[in-house]
Nanobody
Framework: QVQLVESGGGLVQAGGSLRLSCTAS????????MAWFRQAPGKEREFVAA????????YYRDSVKGRFTISRDSAKNTVYLQMNNLKPEDTASYYC???????????????????WGQGTQVTVSS
């Protein structure tokens, strides 16, 4: 059974940084795409960034390009989201997700992600 556990959220001022972690267990993830999504109150869950575990290819939503970096540490079975220059509009619950069929390509389609963590809250004050 795949389990994803997020950590690293918190309260930060605008312009600050946070690093989120997602520790994965229950499978070998080399054939998976891993992603971060976020959901603000009253809004739909939206894609943030994704990484192909095996090769490290990455993909980002436009609004976070140049500010956020997704990476993975295979030895620790952990995916990270480094978030710099945070803005109030980045405030949301952030969720880690896993797509077991990486051969379909790296993307933002939420329906491709079968496994989800419980989320971690990020609040950016102005």
């Amino acid at each position: 059974q795949v389990q994803l556990v997020e950590s690293g959220g918190g309260l930060v001022q605008a312009g600050g940084s946070l690093r989120l972690s997602c520790t994965a267990s229950g499978r070998t993830f080399s054939s998976y795409n891993m992603a971060w999504f976020r959901q603000a109150p009253g809004k739909e869950r939206e894609f943030v960034a994704a990484i192909y575990w095996s090769r490290g290819n990455t993909y980002y939503r436009d609004s976070v390009k140049g500010r956020f970096t997704i990476s993975r540490d295979s030895a620790k079975n952990t995916v990270y989201l480094q978030m710099n220059n945070l803005k109030p509009e980045d405030t949301a619950s952030y969720y880690c997700a896993a797509d077991p069929k990486a051969w379909r390509g790296l993307g933002s389609d939420i329906s491709k992600y079968d496994y989800w963590g419980q989320g971690t809250q990020v609040t950016v004050s102005s």
